[in-house]
């Protein structure tokens, strides 16, 4: 007899456990909530058999069609919505783009102006510049190099003169000294000579 209210215990329990188990899978597999997927099989476990076909309730069919328009009114909101963020980031891009333009053009303006300057009203870049003033410091040098051994070479033809000169003058002054001593011989000579005459 006990065994026997064990056994009827444990089919009540088991029954009990099953409603429970049912209203609960009823639940998460109802037409109220669940995806579209999970309201479909609810629907078709629900629906009662005629020959091949499956007899569904029309209330059903409204709900489940309500529920497909209102996920779609959903879905066409959120891709209205994720076509506005896409054209909102577009128009993102685009005016980063453009700024990014503007600031690569702006900085070749700066590249351009700190490599160019005016010279004498003309725009020369700072290479040429810096070549052209090279080539002329190069060409100063030579110059001054050229003249500079024309000075020096014609210093040493003026030192030369210069001594030539002075070798002369001395030849000149012992020339004259020479000569008025002579000049004064030829005069004692001439006195001497009108002397011996008278």
Known sequence: ???????ILFFFLT?????????????QNSLQSGTIDSQFDYLYEVSNNFQEYKVVKRSN??????????????????????????????DSIAAINQRLEQSEIEKQEAIDAKDNF????????????????????????????????????????????????ADLQEEFDQHRKNTLERERKLKRELIDAQMGKS
């Open 1 to 7: 007899m006990k065994q026997f209210n064990r056994s």
């Open 15 to 27: 029954i009990a456990f099953q409603s429970v188990a049912q209203n609960s899978s009823d639940q």
């Open 61 to 90: 069919l409204d709900q489940l069609k309500s529920n497909i328009l209102d996920s779609m009114q959903t879905m066409r909101a959120e891709v209205l919505d994720i076509k506005n963020q896409i054209k909102s980031q577009n």
């Open 118 to 165: 005016s010279f004498l009203g003309m725009g020369i870049q700072k290479g040429v510049y810096s070549s052209i003033m090279w080539i002329l410091v190069a060409g100063l040098a030579l110059a001054l190099a050229f003249f500079s051994f024309q000075y020096f070479k014609s210093f040493k033809k003026i030192q030369k003169a210069q001594r030539d000169l």
